[in-house]
């Protein structure tokens, strides 16, 4: 059974919040980039990146992190791990990283994808938006900006479509059909 827990418009003003949240709390853009988890979180990191120039007039680097290879998890999944690309084009080190992912679950995809950063330099600093942050942290990891805190219980799944990936933009929680 699925349930639309976020539509178009919904996703719209919580990246327009959001950014707004970003500028305030960095008192402007100096030394400020963004940077994706591949796939979903690049799509939000670019978007935020527009809503950021269209409020503050200047660009903000976007780069694209994989964490494929630094999940604590390679060693016991059944299957090989998608690769996609890294493409970070600027040097990380004292720079106000914004880090982007779609869905904040168990804070392991955040744990890899702060390894992954720090073997690119050393930010000043490193911050986390999510659009989604379902509950049932595994690791004490917090996200600085939330697009939309959605309670879950363990066996329902949380699944972001993007236009990006060919797909309305909206936000379903997924929950497995209980026999009568």
């Known amino acids: 059974m699925s349930k639309e827990l976020m539509n178009k418009m919904d996703i719209d003003r919580a990246l327009t919040r959001m950014a707004h949240e970003i500028i305030e709390k960095n008192k402007g853009t100096e030394k ?7 796939r979903g979180g690049v799509h939000l990191a670019k978007r935020l ?4 120039k269209q409020i503050e007039k200047k660009d903000i680097p976007v780069g694209s992190l994989d964490i494929a290879f630094y999940r604590d998890d390679l ?20 720079l106000k990283i914004i880090l982007v992912d779609d869905v904040l679950f168990t804070g392991r995809s955040i ?6 950063l720090i073997d690119l330099g050393r930010p000043a600093s490193i ?10 942290r595994e690791l004490p990891i917090k996200a600085d900006y939330v697009g939309k805190n959605i309670p879950t219980a363990l066996s329902e799944t949380v699944e972001v479509q993007l236009v990006e990936e060919g797909l309305e933009d909206r936000v379903i929680l997924e929950s497995p059909l209980v026999p009568l």
């Open 127 to 136: 911050q986390l938006v999510v659009l989604i942050d379902r509950g049932h």
């Open 111 to 116: 744990r890899a994808a702060l390894d992954a």
């Open 49 to 52: 990146a527009s809503k950021i």
């Open 75 to 94: 060693n016991i999944r059944k299957e090989q791990p998608v690769v996609r690309r890294t493409e970070v084009l600027f040097e990380v080190t004292d």
């Open 32 to 38: 400020l980039c963004l940077v994706g988890i591949q």
